[in-house]
């Protein structure tokens, strides 16, 4: 949709931004936050132009938290928004399940934290979350973005199927993994990288004498793999289908470690609660949640056509562009509409943190392709202390925020559009109102754009072609079983097998395996596949 009237930013005129300042910029002082969008540079008639999609995102965003089939292919409600309002579940029955959750949450930590549950090791003193996707991105986040030198429990996470990544964790742990506490979290409870690495967890506890049962909880919906196998472990927590690994950081996913680590949970609750209140509001400019969709439609004409830099400027927000990255592109990077037109539709999100963006990428974002928007998160609070000053009465917060005023000018400069974000300082409530905010963000702009934003058919479709590949493997070690000393090339595996048109998956497992000594390889000089054979040890 074109733009009509565009207003043509002054760039030498700080008159022209300020006017645009004061109609683009909201400051909400009871819940620590504002928002500016001048630096958009929404034209005069966008906001009329878009009034018909405006209207019809807040209508469908509505008839969602009533109940509404938000996920046709699947037959599922959508109700993260109720985890933070259970009045707004449309059954008593999911209400209660809710209510009773956090309050289970709540016991459970603190009889951890009292040391009336406790390890084979004595009380306990960490947490090991195993989980992938949304069940790790969002714990991580909160813990990285409030942990500290007063945490309960020190969190660490198996959130890959990586078998070095995994050793590294542990021998972090080490003799302390009798008062470490386990959290296996998979919604189906099928999830082959959360199983991996359960399975790996439990040969440790195993191989140290420990009982794995007696130190392990699960997250998990009822009667699934996970929760049968879970029945003799410490606890189990439940999830539903109507909540989405993304966007399920205000159920146990996340409030569970929360909790364990020592966060309050209400705080971090309430602050969503309240994002949510203020993103039901009709008028698009009271509405930050609102506008930041809005931003994205305008930025990426509606098409995704502009991807989203998020440049924080705090240290333990450095986590919040990895989680956005599922948030946002897993429920906007659709190949089709809702009608089943091919739209391929997206937001691509990338980051880092402020002031290390400005000595990483800034370059680019500034004098290279345009291709992007950015989004700005401001921190007011340096720290909880008082600051030394490193020059003349400026102290290290006063430069961060002078990198933040001059990164977003210096692009402004270039007409590199952007929003900037603001809270006072990061909190439980903080953190919750900014997860909140680009969830709410993420289901209008879907909405404006016909797209189905909660499910995400794309990754099952990688998941089948890595079960293949599995099949496959079991395949060619079969094939050695009953083979002799003979190296046999590539080729000759393949058409054994009947997978020719399989050589080059074949080539790349035959390496794996003969990495990892399960297989022997020989190859002559040039090393190409054709001159490379394999034979069993």
């Given at each position: ?56 995102a807040l209508d469908s965003m509505a008839a969602l938290e009533k109940g509404a089939i938000a996920n046709p292919d699947e037959n599922r409600m959508v109700g ?143 009667a699934s793999s996970l929760d049968n196998s879970a029945v003799t472990w410490l606890a189990r927590f439940p999830m539903w289908d109507w909540v989405g690994g ?162 977003r000018e210096a692009l402004y400069e270039k007409g590199r559009k952007s929003v900037t974000l603001t809270i006072e300082s990061v909190c439980e409530s903080s ?107």
């Amino acid at each position: 949709m074109p733009c009509v009237g565009m207003i043509a930013p002054d760039m030498n005129s700080n008159s022209d931004i300020w006017a645009r300042y004061k109609d683009y910029y909201r400051e909400f002082p009871a819940l620590g936050f504002a928002a500016d969008f001048c630096r958009m540079d929404f034209c005069e008639d966008f906001l009329n132009q878009m009034s018909p999609k405006i209207q019809h995102a807040l209508d469908s965003m509505a008839a969602l938290e009533k109940g509404a089939i938000a996920n046709p292919d699947e037959n599922r409600m959508v109700g993260h928004y109720w985890l933070r309002t259970p009045a707004l579940a449309p059954t008593k029955e999911i209400t209660r399940e809710i209510e009773d959750t956090v309050a289970s949450i709540k016991r459970f930590a603190a009889d951890v934290h009292a040391g009336r549950i406790c390890g084979a090791g004595g009380t306990f003193k960490n947490v090991l979350l195993i989980g992938i996707g949304g069940s790790a991105l969002g714990p991580q986040f909160v813990s990285h973005a409030l942990g500290g030198r007063q945490d309960k429990l020190r969190l660490f996470f198996l959130d890959n199927t990586d078998p070095d990544g995994m050793d590294r964790i542990f021998a972090s742990i080490g003799e302390d993994l009798g008062r470490t506490l386990c959290i296996v979290i998979s919604k189906s409870g099928g999830t082959k990288e959360t199983r991996n690495g359960m399975l790996e967890a439990e040969h440790q506890y195993k191989r140290m004498g420990l009982p794995f049962e007696k130190h392990a909880t699960a997250v998990t919906m009822r009667a699934s793999s996970l929760d049968n196998s879970a029945v003799t472990w410490l606890a189990r927590f439940p999830m539903w289908d109507w909540v989405g690994g993304r966007t399920s950081l205000f159920s146990a996913v996340g409030l569970l470690p929360a909790a364990l680590q020592g966060f309050d949970i209400d705080h971090l609750l309430s602050g969503a609660h309240q994002c949510d209140e203020m993103s039901r509001r009709s008028e698009a400019k009271d509405n930050p949640a609102l506008l930041l969709a809005l931003s994205w439609y305008l930025a990426g004409n509606g098409k995704g056509d502009r991807m989203m830099v998020v440049l924080p400027y705090k240290d333990r927000l450095e986590l919040f562009s990895k989680y956005l990255q599922q948030l946002v592109m897993e429920s906007l990077g659709k190949e089709h509409d809702l009608s089943g037109k091919i739209v391929n539709q997206g937001l691509s999100v990338l980051g880092n943190k402020g002031a290390t963006d400005q000595h990483s990428y800034v370059q680019q974002l500034r004098d290279g392709v345009d291709n992007y928007m950015a989004a700005f998160v401001e921190v007011m609070r340096d720290r909880t202390g008082p600051s030394i000053h490193v020059e003349g009465g400026i102290t290290s917060g006063d430069y961060l925020h002078s990198f933040f005023l001059g990164t977003r000018e210096a692009l402004y400069e270039k007409g590199r559009k952007s929003v900037t974000l603001t809270i006072e300082s990061v909190c439980e409530s903080s953190v919750g109102f900014l997860v909140a905010l680009f969830e709410r963000a993420v289901g209008l702009y879907a909405f404006m754009v016909n797209i189905n934003a909660y499910h995400q058919p794309g990754v099952q479709a990688g998941k089948v072609a890595a079960d293949d590949l599995i099949k496959l493997e079991r395949s060619i070690m079969d094939f050695f079983k009953l083979q002799g000393e003979a190296f046999f090339t590539v080729s000759q595996i393949a058409s054994s097998l009947n997978r020719t048109s399989s050589s080059e998956r074949i080539f790349k497992i035959c390496k794996h395996l003969a990495s990892n000594d399960l297989l022997i390889s020989a190859s002559s000089e040039g090393n190409s596949h054709a001159s490379i054979s394999f034979r069993k040890p």
